[in-house]
């Protein structure tokens, strides 16, 4: 393939282009272009699991603020419902996504897989947004959840109150700067920060037990005020079910357990086509995770409820968006709060850093193969600029608040569990499971269900789900279309005959003939290259080989293009390829034909009746239209010197 030269780049921009994602390794090719990971042995699952913990397991810093606003004196018996739909909903979805899709491509790759042309793209451009609010979220609601636990720390808060609007950008923006810099993720730095953090939620749940337990009457005043409040027991039930969409945040982590399967080091007889060992062990750590969280949510839930003020959960009360650290401090000292502090701010920023590997891994995977991102795109440092800049605008619109971030936070978590639980359904039901079909398909009832009320409750987590969406399809297209004239063949390749076809004509001029393939009779080909010659006043002894492309998914950007050779007829030799763009195929031709002969090849074509820009639309969307000019210009855009690009003609 020819390659523009390009001066060399500034200092600055060789800088912010250096490399792709140096980060997640493992967790799928960054882009079509890069360069493949070496292999790696992984690491043990349960170290694995503290990876993905770092997201799941920080929920607990609000996780019980939340439930304790959204259902109040409700909030132990709607956190059960909560750990029942994990335990039964959740947590088989995503065993069965990481059977399906074991090189941590998740279910957004599976649902792809089942759509085509420019429905598939924009479906998936669609869940992409919702997958960035989930991972943006997560980054600002993580950073103003660890900066309410440093202002409201009793020996902080007189000097940093009412800077947590502050604290919160810087945050984010240290974040940036780490990433900036370069980052790995370290799976020792988060078992650390995994292991000392439930560490201290076990002292912490202990004591506060202890305390529910010695003071009897806490227990008898609950009880009582639930009674008095909702009247009988299925009543209660009644409004945990109602109430369960608001606690949707506590199902957080499952796409980031799946995202870091690479990482799991699996069986030694294991292979990429079959990862038995390490689909197996993925399975262990979504099913640990999922039982260590549903425990600490029941518990916690209880006991901050039972202990807690109503009145200190609301904004502005101590409890606010840290209810945990605040009966570490009451219960348990101020020393103990501050460690439990700094434990909580470390795991909940660290969560923000494990979101931004997410987002710079997951937007490559897609984008750059469809075309819809600029080359700029495949790069950490400029994709880090843009996502901070974007958190920034997130953290400003919702002023550093954890409880309003909550409704766009769960959004994004239950449209892509919502998409895994339909994805894991039509995978069972194409495999003939009956039962595991209707079982999945009452998981996805029960998931979209949950978004809908979600979204109707709290219609701000979708609007802004739809402001990323919409930027992500403005943007895919606008660069799709600034690279329309790109050449997008990333190799060609041609078989015996398409050879013997190129070194026999490379003794003479090379002239290929555009042809759209129809009845593909001797008429056909009798009538084009009479046509040609009359058109282009070409000798009769001359001679042409016909190119003929069909479109397979125009909705594609990069692919290789293969070459096959046939001879019609007795006489007249044709070569065929199939492609997403004509353009592209017949200029990638040339040019593979130029670098291999060493001669200029020159092909002919008719002009295309119709409108002009009609015609363009035809090229952008479905690959064909006004062939001729496109043909030209992908090849004066890929070989600028004019005496070495391929002639085209057009009569």
């Known amino acids: ?17 250096e490399g792709l994602s140096d980060m997640g390794k493992g967790h799928g090719h960054p882009g079509p272009h890069a360069a493949p990971e070496p292999p790696h042995k992984g690491q043990r699952w349960y170290r694995v699991m503290c990876l993905t913990g770092v997201d799941y397991f920080s929920t607990l810093g609000y996780q019980p603020g939340i439930a304790a606003l959204a259902a109040g004196l409700l909030s132990p018996v709607a956190t059960i419902v909560l750990v029942i739909v994990t335990l039964a909903g959740a947590l088989p979805v995503y065993r069965r996504v990481a059977q399906e899709s074991p090189h941590g491509e998740g279910s957004i790759a599976m649902l792809e897989r089942l759509l085509s042309f420019w429905q598939g793209k924009l479906f998936v451009l669609t869940l992409l947004g919702f997958a960035a609010t989930d991972f943006l979220i997560t980054i600002t609601l993580s950073a103003a959840d660890a900066s309410t636990h440093l202002v409201e720390n009793p020996h902080l808060t007189g000097a940093l109150h009412d800077k947590q609007m502050l604290i919160t950008l810087l945050l984010v923006a240290l974040l940036g700067a780490v990433f900036l810099k370069g980052f790995l993720e370290a799976i020792g730095v ?12 076990v002292v912490a749940v202990i004591v506060g037990l202890w305390h529910v337990v010695t003071a009897g009457h806490v227990v008898a005043d609950w009880s009582r005020a639930l009674t008095t409040e909702h009247g009988n027991v299925f009543a209660m039930v009644g409004v945990a079910l109602l109430v369960f969409p608001k606690l949707a945040l506590g199902l957080s982590g499952f796409e980031t357990g799946v ?18 060992g390490r689909i197996r062990d993925t399975r262990k750590l979504l099913t640990t995770a999922a039982l ?4 600490f949510l029941i518990a916690t839930s209880f006991i901050t409820t039972l202990l807690i003020p109503e009145d200190a959960f609301k904004s ?23 460690v439990y502090d700094v434990s909580t701010i470390a795991i909940l920023w660290f969560a923000g850093a494990s979101a931004m590997a997410g987002l710079l891994n997951l937007m490559p995977r897609y984008l750059p193969r469809y075309g819809m991102a600029p080359h700029w795109a495949r790069a950490v ?15 400003w619109i919702f002023d550093a608040d954890v409880d309003a971030q909550g409704g766009a936070y769960a959004t994004g978590v239950l449209v892509l569990i919502s998409s895994a639980a339909i994805a894991v359904t039509i995978a069972a ?26 979204v109707i409750e709290r219609p701000d987590g979708v609007k802004i789900g739809a402001c990323f969406i919409a930027g992500i399809i403005l943007i895919s297209l606008l660069s799709r279309l600034l690279r329309a004239f790109e050449l997008r063949v990333t190799s060609v390749t041609l078989d015996p005959m398409a050879e013997r076809f190129v070194r026999d004509m490379a003794s003479r001029k090379i002239r290929f003939i555009a042809n759209e393939p129809d009845r593909r009779d001797k008429a056909e080909y009798r009538d084009k290259i009479e046509q040609i010659r009359a058109d282009n006043d070409v000798p009769d002894h001359e001679d042409f080989v016909f190119a003929e492309v069909t479109v397979t998914d125009p909705s594609e950007f990069e692919a290789g293009l293969t070459v096959r050779g046939e001879v019609l007829h007795n006489r007249y030799r044709v070569l065929t390829l199939e492609s997403s763009s004509i353009p592209n195929a017949l200029a990638a031709l040339l040019l593979h034909v130029r670098d291999t002969t060493g001669c200029t090849p020159h092909i002919y074509f008719e002009w295309t009746e119709g409108n002009p820009f009609a015609n363009f639309l035809r090229f952008f969307l479905f690959g064909q239209g006004e062939v001729a000019p496109v043909t030209r210009e992908v090849l004066r855009e890929a070989e600028p010197d004019r005496a070495r690009r391929p002639r085209v003609h057009t009569g």
Do not use: C
């Open 190 to 201: 988060a078992v650390a920060l995994v292991g000392t953090y439930l560490a201290l939620n």
């Open 429 to 454: 039901r194409k495999a003939g499971q009956r039962g595991w079909t209707i079982a999945f398909a009452v998981i996805s009832a029960v998931f979209l269900y949950t978004t809908v009320v979600n």
């Open 316 to 338: 502005g009360g101590d409890a606010n968006g840290r209810a945990l650290a605040y009966l570490a401090h009451d219960y348990l000292g101020g020393a103990f709060g501050t």
């Open 292 to 295: 260590i969280m549903s425990g």
């Open 381 to 395: 440092r400029p994709m880090v600029i843009v996502f901070t800049l974007v958190a920034f605008l997130v953290t």
């Open 259 to 276: 995202a870091v399967m690479p990482h799991v080091r699996g069986d030694a007889g294991d292979s990429e086509e079959n990862p038995a």
């Open 1 to 17: 393939m020819a390659t523009t030269e390009h001066p060399p780049p500034g200092r600055l921009r060789a800088w912010m282009l």
